[in-house]
């Protein structure tokens, strides 16, 4: 994974060198060249493949592979490399992404990371020379060899479809299927639908900030003094002096995504969501999107929009349910546990739900003012737990543009195994959980939960939204939005050891970064 988005990044950086003016010497483009080589050498013997075990890993290692193979002069082995690489690209957005687009591990940190790889990988591919894509129908599979319980290169040809018939490129075929491009129009839903009022994404899930290209990053410019008092983890910084510049960049904005996405689709519902066109077209990664991919657009399937209540994608439960549970007191009061947040009611117009049952989160939220996420996974398959939490039917909150409940982010993952189990665990989370223990165990390693508990959802509609986990103690999580407010009913088989939630443990905004209390 390392060797493979080191390689990716070389020849970006190579490519926008080139194309500013810059030029190298013969010796050094012999060097890069053989050792990009070697790159790609390392990566095809060592792929990170594991039958129902793998993820993000493979993912990086067959998007680096691509990049080095399509950059490389064509020869019968690169042209190997590459056939493998668009092979398996194919296969792992289908394994790796469910059919709402959400990524199957359950991190929404990691599906930026994983989309960043499809997109830009994808755009490369379409961006090939017709030569070179004939090539992909024409290569010799037994020159790859990638040792023994890995996947192998099928023989020629591979497959070509006919592109979405929006797309205007002149160029009517490419190796990826219609479902694939649905999936990937998917995946940039996936982040506008979860964003937050704030611009941000919430963290579902571990976030270690890796990214596979960083082109359109944005920074908060403050003095020492100001980062000292806002990050817990720069409390004892003294290497520049109190009134230096200090730049902490914005590790949850997710906009660059989007202008990918539109890059490729040219959708404009993409570039509304960007601001516009000309704020969507002058976005580093809508330019080389653009760059990489030749300025073939794939064209958009004008998918449904996912809060369309008759949308496949959006299944309302019955609201008998909601309210017997609403009006359901037959628990003692040591079972139950109630929370309530005053709204004003012009904060709770223009709702808009919107549903990814197959990542497992539900939103209620409106165009600025209110927002409210619900982690609810029902044991998606396949699926890769290593970097879930012990978060079911937690929520974030927004009201009035401002957050009350959030998810606390990941931290840090081998410094502190303590630190790593705190932010990963149930006390962390705003769920209806009622106990100490956790309630799926964590495994040997830090990133092992072997058996996360599933929960389903009961009800997801305009009144609020109702869910159970599926375990022995029977808990369950009503929310209502009422004209006064929002009331969080949780109840529980066994007493509730807290009737109010601890104190929030400090927000991490990315890897390694706390934010104060006050700062929050």
Known sequence: MEAAIRASNWLMAY???????????????????RSIYEHGLFIVHNLEWVNQ??????????????????????????????????????????????????????????????????????????????????????????????????????????????????????????????????????????????????????????????????????????????????CANLETYDELPDDACYYSEDQLDCSHLVAAAYGLFG????????????????????????????????????????????????????????????????????NLRTTEFPVKIKDLQGLVLQAYPDFGLYIIKNQDSFYL?????????????GHMHNDQLSIELWIAGKAVVSDPGSYLYSPSVEQRNLYRSVHAHFTPWPLDLEPAEFGPGLFSLPAPIKAQVLYFGKEGFAGQLIHPYGVMRKIALTGSGIRIIDSAGVPFNNKKHEPPIHYSSGYGNLLTMQAR
């Open 15 to 33: 490519d926008l060198f080139c194309a500013g003016g810059g030029s190298f010497d013969d010796e050094f483009e012999k060097l890069f060249a």
């Open 53 to 230: 075990k793998r993820g993000n890993h493979y993912l990086a290692d067959i998007a680096g592979l691509a990049f080095i193979a399509a950059y490389l002069p064509s020869t019968m082995e690169t042209d190997a490399w590459l056939t493998f690489a668009v092979q398996e690209l194919i296969n792992e957005v289908q394994y790796q992404f469910y059919p709402d687009g959400g990524n199957f591990e359950g991190s929404t940190a990691y599906h930026r990371f994983s989309s960043e790889m499809v997109y830009y990988a994808t755009a490369l591919i379409l961006g090939l020379t017709r030569e070179r894509k004939e090539k992909l129908k024409s290569y010799d599979n037994k020159l790859l060899n990638i040792g023994r319980n890995k996947p192998k290169l099928k023989p020629a040809p591979l497959p070509f479809y006919r592109l979405p018939e929006s797309s205007n490129t002149g160029y009517e075929e490419s190796p990826f299927p219609k479902w694939y491009y649905e999936r990937m129009e998917r995946m940039a839903e996936f982040i506008m639908d979860i964003t937050r009022p704030d611009g941000h994404m919430p963290q579902i899930g571990d976030n270690d900030s890796g990214r596979f290209f960083r082109l359109g990053s944005k920074y908060d410019h403050m003095t020492v003094k100001q980062a000292r008092e806002t």
């Open 267 to 334: 959708r404009e519902d993409f570039a509304l969501w960007l601001g516009g066109q000309k704020k969507a077209r002058s976005m580093p990664d809508y330019l080389v999107v653009r760059s990489l991919s030749g300025k073939k657009e794939a064209g958009t399937l004008r998918l449904p929009q996912h809060n369309k209540e008759d949308n496949d994608f959006f299944t309302f439960g019955d609201e008998n349910i909601h309210k017997r549970f609403s009006e359901n007191r037959s628990s003692s009061e040591e």
């Open 373 to 385: 996420s619900i982690r609810c996974w029902s044991g998606s398959e396949p699926t890769h737990t």
